[in-house]
């Protein structure tokens, strides 16, 4: 599978608003499922494919996906290996492709939280290095 993540849209052939069941013929059988029920009494579907670095979320009736965490540094993102990059590049490059907004919290694990949310996508640091993106559609 192409290791790109494309805003908004998804990763590689991997598409948002896709069934958990065409996300698993592209991806392969998961390593993990884990359903979690929420306070809406809705339920969200998790698959970790640990070897991939990716863990896609699927909510709703229908269950279709929704939010994907990327955490393999091969992936790219607007062209560019992200992981290899600093958080000041990172937030050069979205705000090169229009993505000015942005929101930036220490989360209570210790993780740098750096959010553009006109985007959908938070980069998670562990002091100066990524260690995870999460696209949303």
Known sequence: MEQNIIIKQGIGDIRFDM????????????????????????????????????????????????????DNEDYTMLGEQVFDLSEKEIVQLMVRNKYCEQDIEDELWGERRVSFGEANVDFFFDGDELVSISIGK
């Open 19 to 70: 069934p958990v069941e065409e996300a698993v013929a592209i991806m392969g059988t998961p390593d993990e499922v884990e359903e979690i029920d929420n306070a809406a009494d809705e339920t969200t579907t998790v698959l970790r494919y640990l070897d991939e670095g990716v863990t896609l979320f699927f909510e709703g009736e229908n269950p279709c996906l929704q939010c994907i965490d990327v």
